[in-house]
């Protein structure tokens, strides 16, 4: 089991919405550059539907220009 090396407040973190929102986005980011970097395609729920989007027609968004941060006390 990893043990983490400080305390972690996931209240405090969470409350940052900023960072929430970025970590998401460049999760998000990440996954699609993935799928199609391996030749897979994406499913993704658009207009009510569900729909497959082939690799060559994923679009990737550039990476965020600077990251949020860390708040410190």
């Known amino acids: ?5 400080k305390s972690i407040e996931i209240g ?3 409350s940052d ?8 986005r460049e ?3 990440e996954a699609r550059l993935k799928h199609k970097q ?4 994406i499913v993704v729920w658009r207009d009510g539907q569900v ?4 690799p060559e027609e ?7 220009a600077a990251s949020v941060p860390e ?3």
Request: charged share 30%; proline share 14%.
């Open 51 to 54: 729909v497959e989007i082939p």
């Open 58 to 64: 994923i679009v990737i968004d550039p990476p965020a």
């Open 71 to 73: 708040k410190r006390s």
């Open 12 to 14: 405090e973190r969470l």
């Open 38 to 41: 391996l030749g897979v395609p």
């Open 27 to 29: 999760a998000g980011r």
């Open 1 to 5: 089991m990893i043990r983490p090396t």
């Open 17 to 24: 919405s900023e960072r929430v929102t970025e970590a998401v």
